[in-house]
């Protein structure tokens, strides 16, 4: 069974532009949560989506914004990029949507602001 | 909102030797979640501990949740090189599974 899958795994960008990931959680998953991960402030919830609607969403600027596919693929884009974007980007995908059950992470993708 | 410490930050064995981490917040848990996570990858689910004074075992890793489910604690037993990672503590702040809070984890490395 394939895990979830996360896309590109690494980019660099300069600061002012802006970046699309995207997240394939496993099949039969229909939820999908983003976090970011850095070395000072550690894991960070974003958003989370749920049959394609925004269940709960972080303490992040306007400037992150998701969304979710009817195949439950998730897409997230961060505009105007600054320096402290630099992170590690997490996606994590589970089944129900409940509020239990194994949330599933994915490999990353590791974005390098300049 | 709940907020999650876990100490030590970093930690340094060599293999063999037993080690405990830990977890505190200032509120009630309703659950909380352990987690590991080697370099290069995503966090992996260990464990999911609910009711107070619950102990669960996996393998080498003993998981304790607090009487008053405010801590939690993991115990490794004769620690090997492949524990090393960083072990992070999770609990949801209401609602649903995908929104979760995080400590900043404790990064172990296990020497040869």
């Known amino acids: 069974k394939a895990g979830v899958t996360q896309t590109p795994r690494y980019l660099i960008k300069t600061r002012g532009q802006q970046v699309t990931l995207s997240c394939s959680p496993i099949?039969?998953?229909?939820?999908v949560s983003w976090y970011q991960q850095t070395p000072g402030q550690g894991l960070q919830f974003l958003f989370e989506?749920?049959?394609?609607?925004?269940?709960n969403k972080g303490n992040f600027p306007g400037r992150f914004s998701g969304r979710q596919f009817s195949n439950s693929r998730s897409e997230m884009n961060v505009s105007t990029l600054e320096l402290g974007d630099s992170a590690l980007y997490l996606c994590?995908?589970?089944?129900?949507?409940?509020?239990?059950?194994?949330?599933?992470f994915g490999e990353g993708s590791r974005l390098t602001v300049l | 909102t709940q907020l999650l410490e876990q100490s030590p930050q970093f930690l340094s064995i060599q293999e063999g030797e037993n080690l405990t981490v830990y977890c505190n917040s200032s509120?009630?848990?309703?659950?909380l979640q352990w987690y590991r996570q080697e370099p290069g990858e995503g966090p992996v689910l260990l464990v999911t501990?609910?009711?107070?004074?619950e102990v669960k075992k996996l393998k080498r890793l003993t998981f304790q949740f607090g009487d008053a489910r405010k801590d939690s604690s993991l115990h490794i037993t004769a620690a090997q090189t492949g524990d090393t990672g960083l072990y992070l503590c999770?609990?949801?702040?209401?609602?649903?599974?995908?929104?979760?809070?995080f400590g900043k984890g404790t990064k172990l490395s296990v020497k040869p």
């Open positions: 994590a995908s589970g089944r129900s949507g409940g509020n239990t059950g194994e949330l599933f």
């Open positions: 099949s039969g998953h229909r939820s």
């Open positions: 989506y749920f049959s394609e609607t925004q269940r």
């Open positions: 509120s009630v848990f309703s659950s």
């Open positions: 501990v609910v009711t107070g004074g």
């Open positions: 999770a609990s949801q702040p209401g609602g649903s599974q995908g929104n979760l809070i």
